[in-house]
């Protein structure tokens, strides 16, 4: 069942433009690819100024809930129903399948498939699926709903 009040087309697609706004700005101003578990790994594993536009990249994700709010001058509202450890475990599992993956979704589902990487649509795709399935599992079949 489809929440009506909760289906915003209008900021769903100002949100997309945006994400593939900026993936395309990364690209062309610094040829790197707009994946946030590659740029996560990244200042992991390096250091130093070249570095630096994964700080800010990061620090954009970040800031942008405030950003949203002085824009628009509400505050998003997020309500997390999960128990801390069924949050750790999904984090843990999510950060296994990038590695697996070799990419996140916003590395392979943005960019990837706007290259037309094939490697990125088999990615996607099995994201897409896997995220399906645990969505059935979890508000179908688990809860007898």
Do not use: N
Not at 73 to 85: A, E, L, N, S
């Amino acid at each position: 069942m489809i929440d009506i009040e909760s289906f915003t087309p209008g900021s769903a697609l100002a949100g997309g433009m945006m994400i593939g706004l900026a993936a395309a700005l990364l690209l062309a101003g610094s040829g790197r690819i707009a994946g946030v578990s590659g740029i996560l790994s990244g200042l992991l594993r390096k250091t130093g100024f070249r570095e630096s536009w994964r700080w800010c990249f990061l620090l954009g994700l970040i800031a942008s809930p405030w950003l949203y709010q002085a824009v628009s001058w509400h505050y998003p509202v997020v309500i997390v129903t999960g128990d801390t450890p069924l949050l750790i475990v999904s984090g843990i599992m999510v950060g296994l399948g990038t590695r697996y993956g070799s990419g996140c979704t916003s590395g392979h589902g943005i960019c990837g498939l706007s290259q037309l990487s094939l490697r990125s649509l088999m990615a996607t795709a099995c994201f897409m699926a896997a995220g399906f399935f645990m969505v059935y599992l979890t508000r179908h079949l688990l809860t007898g709903a």
